[in-house]
């Protein structure tokens, strides 16, 4: 199946060959999602579907209306304190695990664990209306 992967950072070895094993032919790898111009193109393009980390909720169903949906499973493995412990726990399974930058100036230790479609269902309740 044609596929598009939206990700900031290089694939694991292992995420590669997810993709192999699931039968994702990668014609685009991007780094952002724009929904009004990306979703057009993929969809002429034949894309159907898409392989993602994280994004936004909101982005996330304006995907799933058009494409089947995937998402990298990774697991956090805690922080690390500086690069070179992050370095050296990346080392010892290099295929599965990296390393990101936390918002406490830490490292954060990620280990990939599997891929998952995702199907999101959007409900709406009004919880406030115009009176006449």
Not at 75 to 97: I, K, L, M, N, Q
């Amino acid at each position: 199946m044609k596929s598009v992967v939206i990700s900031r950072h290089a694939l694991l070895e292992a995420q590669e060959q997810a993709l192999r094993e699931l039968g994702a032919e990668v014609v685009e790898v991007c780094a952002q999602y724009e929904p009004d111009k990306d979703n057009l193109r993929w969809k002429e393009q034949g894309v159907e579907a898409i392989f993602t980390v994280a994004l936004p909720p909101a982005l996330l169903a304006r995907l799933c209306e058009a494409f089947r949906v995937f998402t990298f499973d990774m697991e956090s493995a805690g922080v690390a304190e500086d690069e070179g412990t992050a370095r050296a726990w990346c080392a010892e399974a290099p295929r599965v695990r990296s390393y990101l930058p936390a918002r406490e100036g830490s490292l954060r230790l990620l280990e990939f664990r599997g891929v998952s479609e995702l199907k999101i269902q959007i409900q709406t309740t009004r919880v406030w209306e115009v009176v006449s």
